[in-house]
């Protein structure tokens, strides 16, 4: 679990004006479990995931609520929005710490101007490095009115 | 929201001053883009049949002990860089493929220095199940590579008055963790939520045989003395960085040239043999400062005569078979 949010920018696409709006992420692990942990530790974590166990090579479940910091001028959707959904950590240098990745898909929800929930599939995906402190995450929301967030992924252990 | 972004600013200021990613940026500038020197003839083969203790200093803390017929090998790096940030100065004092099957491995903490995942990654196809021994704290830090783990007490960083901590035997070498003053983590913050009590100095003991690893540590004037009423120690491995200036015994996590030699004769083993200098950059002083350092206290304390300096790749036997 995040203490402090990282920082994302969100498409906000209307029907002939274009821009986009940044805001923080929160990201809530409730569940993760790691592919091949030495043996004093468990394949499951809950909610506090070591960095060794996350980025060589994990799932984990996610709930991220995101929010805002302007208004989507263009598409009129609301600012606060919320993913859900699962992800996979693989390992691509110095186990993990140097490098890795993460694909994920899930659920995404936003209301728009007139206070409706658009909903739909989301994709994402990220890199990461510094034993996993500092990464890139890009995330795709099938039929939304953002559709695309472009986040800075910031851990603090 | 201003309170939130000033709460991220100060996290991260607070998170880069209390480690030392920032200051190796610093420190690193100049050497970033240029190759580590160059070892020239490196050892191929370092298993000595008429070797009864030698050591092959590998560079910083890594060293290859050959006690009778056991290869044991300490704290390994052998990556270019550690953390990232921070590139060695020189190569390893061997090629990873000629490091011979080990019989065991240690592991005194988890910094940066002292411990790399890729060093771990690249050695463990040539040594599954080989024994890792490490102290309790470590494991949050170690993949689920095929050694064979052993975590070791440690008293939570030797807080009462035992300076030995454990002891197990494993391929006959017997291993005891033992006092030593540090801290532990690895990222920065970590070291005071989950790790903070994961380091520990070694005695490895074999055939009559008896090391002392100090690993990274500072001083005591009581603990070290401890250890020498119970163990005949023939070679003790002893930090002697990182500083800059290298005046005193050195602060509260690191002994400075002159508090190695007062661990040493604390310890009244019979060899010092200095570590932990001259690979990665400390700030912006020389890599070499503590050991220009330490030549100079021989001298004023009688020791030079029990004092072996090893060149990074060089290899020494201290008692022959």
Same mark, same amino acid.
């Given at each position: 679990?995040?203490?402090?949010?990282?920082?994302?920018?969100?498409?906000?696409?209307?029907?002939?004006?274009?821009?986009?709006?940044?805001?923080?992420?929160?990201?809530?692990?409730?569940?993760?479990?790691?592919?091949?942990?030495?043996?004093?530790?468990?394949?499951?974590?809950?909610?506090?995931?070591?960095?060794?166990?996350?980025?060589?090579?994990?799932?984990?479940?996610?709930?991220?609520?995101?929010?805002?910091?302007?208004?989507?001028?263009?598409?009129?959707?609301?600012?606060?929005?919320?993913?859900?959904?699962?992800?996979?950590?693989?390992?691509?240098?110095?186990?993990?710490?140097?490098?890795?990745?993460?694909?994920?898909?899930?659920?995404?929800?936003?209301?728009?101007?007139?206070?409706?929930?658009?909903?739909?599939?989301?994709?994402?995906?990220?890199?990461?490095?510094?034993?996993?402190?500092?990464?890139?995450?890009?995330?795709?929301?099938?039929?939304?009115?953002?559709?695309?967030?472009?986040?800075?992924?910031?851990?603090?252990? | 929201?201003?309170?939130?972004?000033?709460?991220?600013?100060?996290?991260?200021?607070?998170?880069?001053?209390?480690?030392?990613?920032?200051?190796?940026?610093?420190?690193?500038?100049?050497?970033?883009?240029?190759?580590?020197?160059?070892?020239?003839?490196? $050892?191929?083969?370092?298993?000595? #049949?008429?070797?009864? *203790?030698?050591? @092959?200093?590998?560079? =910083?803390?890594?060293? &290859?002990?050959?006690?009778?017929?056991?290869?044991?090998?300490?704290?390994?790096?052998?990556?270019?860089?550690?953390?990232?940030?921070?590139?060695?100065?020189?190569?390893?004092? $061997?090629?990873?493929?000629?490091? #011979?099957?080990?019989? *065991?491995?240690? @592991?005194?903490?988890? =910094?940066?220095?002292? &411990?790399?995942?890729?060093?771990?990654?690249?050695?463990?196809?040539?040594?599954?199940?080989?024994?890792?021994?490490?102290?309790?704290?470590?494991?949050?830090?170690?993949?689920?590579?095929?050694?064979?783990?052993?975590?070791?007490?440690?008293?939570?960083?030797?807080?009462?008055?035992?300076?030995?901590?454990?002891?197990?035997?494993?391929?006959?070498?017997?291993?005891?963790?033992?006092?030593?003053?540090?801290?532990?983590?690895?990222?920065?913050?970590?070291?005071?939520?989950?790790?903070?009590?994961?380091?520990?100095?070694?005695?490895?003991?074999?055939?009559?045989?008896?090391?002392?690893?100090?690993?990274?540590?500072?001083?005591?004037?009581?603990?070290?003395?401890?250890?020498?009423?119970?163990?005949?120690?023939?070679?003790?491995?002893?930090?002697?960085?990182?500083?800059?200036?290298?005046?005193?015994?050195?602060?509260?996590?690191?002994?400075?040239?002159?508090?190695?030699?007062?661990?040493?004769?604390?310890?009244?083993?019979?060899?010092?043999?200095?570590?932990?200098?001259?690979?990665?950059?400390?700030?912006?002083?020389?890599?070499?400062?503590?050991?220009?350092?330490?030549?100079?206290?021989?001298?004023?304390?009688?020791?030079?005569?029990?004092?072996?300096?090893?060149?990074?790749?060089?290899?020494?036997?201290?008692?022959?078979?």
């Amino acid at each position: 679990m995040q203490l402090l949010p990282s920082p994302v920018f969100f498409e906000d696409n209307g029907s002939n004006k274009y821009g986009t709006e940044f805001g923080f992420e929160w990201q809530v692990t409730p569940l993760s479990y790691t592919f091949k942990p030495n043996k004093y530790l468990n394949h499951l974590s809950v909610l506090m995931i070591k960095p060794v166990k996350k980025f060589t090579g994990s799932a984990e479940l996610f709930f991220t609520p995101q929010y805002a910091l302007g208004s989507f001028d263009f598409s009129k959707a609301q600012r606060y929005l919320y993913n859900t959904g699962a992800r996979v950590y693989f390992p691509l240098a110095q186990g993990g710490e140097y490098l890795s990745f993460s694909l994920g898909a899930g659920y995404y929800s936003q209301k728009n101007e007139y206070n409706s929930k658009v909903d739909g599939i989301m994709y994402e995906a990220g890199i990461y490095s510094v034993f996993g402190m500092f990464g890139l995450k890009f995330a795709y929301k099938q039929n939304a009115v953002s559709k695309y967030n472009l986040g800075f992924y910031l851990k603090y252990y | 929201m201003k309170l939130l972004l000033k709460i991220l600013i100060i996290t991260l200021f607070l998170q880069f001053g209390g480690c030392t990613i920032f200051q190796e940026i610093a420190g690193n500038g100049p050497s970033a883009f240029k190759a580590p020197k160059e070892v020239k003839n490196k $050892i191929i083969n370092p298993v000595l #049949p008429n070797a009864r *203790l030698s050591v @092959l200093w590998i560079g =910083h803390a890594s060293c &290859l002990i050959q006690m009778d017929d056991k290869q044991i090998l300490t704290d390994p790096v052998l990556t270019t860089t550690i953390g990232i940030f921070s590139k060695r100065l020189i190569e390893p004092g $061997i090629e990873t493929e000629n490091i #011979p099957k080990l019989d *065991l491995m240690s @592991l005194s903490h988890p =910094h940066i220095d002292h &411990l790399s995942l890729g060093t771990l990654n690249e050695l463990k196809d040539k040594n599954k199940n080989l024994p890792v021994v490490f102290p309790e704290g470590v494991e949050s830090y170690l993949p689920g590579y095929d050694y064979n783990y052993i975590r070791m007490h440690n008293h939570n960083g030797y807080s009462g008055n035992n300076p030995i901590g454990d002891s197990v035997t494993v391929n006959g070498i017997t291993i005891y963790t033992v006092y030593a003053r540090h801290w532990g983590g690895r990222y920065g913050l970590d070291g005071f939520l989950w790790g903070e009590h994961s380091y520990t100095g070694f005695i490895f003991q074999y055939n009559g045989l008896t090391v002392y690893f100090g690993g990274d540590t500072g001083y005591d004037p009581i603990s070290f003395k401890k250890l020498s009423e119970r163990f005949d120690i023939d070679l003790a491995m002893i930090p002697i960085g990182p500083c800059d200036e290298c005046n005193g015994c050195g602060n509260k996590r690191h002994v400075y040239p002159e508090g190695a030699i007062k661990i040493f004769m604390d310890l009244k083993a019979k060899v010092l043999m200095p570590i932990h200098y001259g690979v990665f950059q400390f700030r912006l002083a020389d890599v070499n400062d503590p050991l220009y350092k330490l030549e100079k206290l021989l001298k004023e304390y009688n020791i030079e005569d029990k004092t072996q300096t090893l060149k990074i790749g060089e290899q020494r036997i201290f008692i022959n078979k």
